[in-house]
């Protein structure tokens, strides 16, 4: 574990269901924060469902060893990110993982203590939905380094909030910290005259955020583009979820300047 000291930040992305695009946003954050000059990991440990790999156009990679550890499989030639995941050790993108509980615990601590972040700033984990051995694994392991907290995903309508409601009841039973709510999926901005269009209704991230007493990070619209395009290509379309990604990433950045 004394790899993950010489990382300065450690933030979770939680989400107590599936389907809400937390991979989408563990994702984003990390190009976003690669684009503000930091220096960034994305750790997987959705052990069942490794889509990082994917969303990064890397299936093809695989992990090399150094005197150090496992080195990352980075995503840019300036090594600025670097991306580990399960999906990095399948024969093919195929294969089932059907592994019990304590196999996956020993997966994630491998993971956690084996990898060469090298001189990370920032450490994304991006985890399964729910709160089940993968999740107090991580806590667990972490609990040591003491990492910022944890980024709660949510979309706006009530069934999505009410299963995030249940995260945060898990973030405090295990003491983590609660870095604030994303609302994903918030509304649809036609790419033609800019009018938004509240698919699954609105405002339930940002009411919960208000009803827990933590912070809003902001809302994240639906963006077609998104699916048609590599991760690492992300960044580079001037589009509505971009702006609003990096308007997350600014407020992330400045409570790390008000920490002491």
């Known amino acids: 574990m004394e790899r993950l000291q010489s990382v300065q930040h450690v933030i979770v992305v939680l989400s107590g269901k599936g389907g809400v695009g937390k991979s989408t946003v563990a994702v984003q ?42 080195l990352p499989v980075y995503v840019d030639s300036e090594q600025n990110l670097g991306v580990m995941s399960i999906g990095f050790l399948l024969e093919n993108n195929t294969e089932a993982i059907i592994w019990r509980g304590p196999k996956k615990t020993a997966m994630i601590r491998q993971f956690l203590s084996d990898v060469h972040w090298q001189d990370t700033e920032y450490l994304i984990i ?18 040591a380094f003491n990492p910022d907290g944890a980024i709660l995903v949510t979309t ?32 649809y901005k036609c790419p033609h005259c800019s009018e938004c269009t509240n698919i699954f209704s609105s405002g339930g991230g940002e009411a919960l955020a208000k009803e827990a007493g933590v912070q809003f990070l902001g809302c994240i619209p639906i963006d077609n583009k998104l699916s048609s395009s590599p991760g690492d290509r992300w960044m580079e379309f001037e589009l509505p979820s971009v702006t609003a990604i990096e308007e997350v990433v600014n407020k992330l950045m400045a409570v790390d300047r008000d920490l002491p």
Do not use: Y
Request: net charge negative.
């Open 29 to 70: 954050l990390a190009i976003a924060l690669k684009n503000k000059n930091k220096k960034v990991g994305l750790l997987d440990v959705d052990l069942c469902g490794p889509s990082i790999p994917k969303m990064f156009n890397l299936e093809d990679k695989s992990i090399h060893q150094c005197s150090e550890g496992w």
């Open 126 to 143: 991006d985890t399964p939905p729910g709160t089940s051995d993968e999740h107090i694994s991580v806590m667990e392991n972490l609990r």
């Open 156 to 187: 706006p309508q009530a069934v999505a909030v009410g299963d995030v409601r249940r995260e945060l009841t898990f973030c405090r039973k295990t003491g983590i910290p609660v870095i604030g709510i994303i609302e994903n999926m918030s509304g």
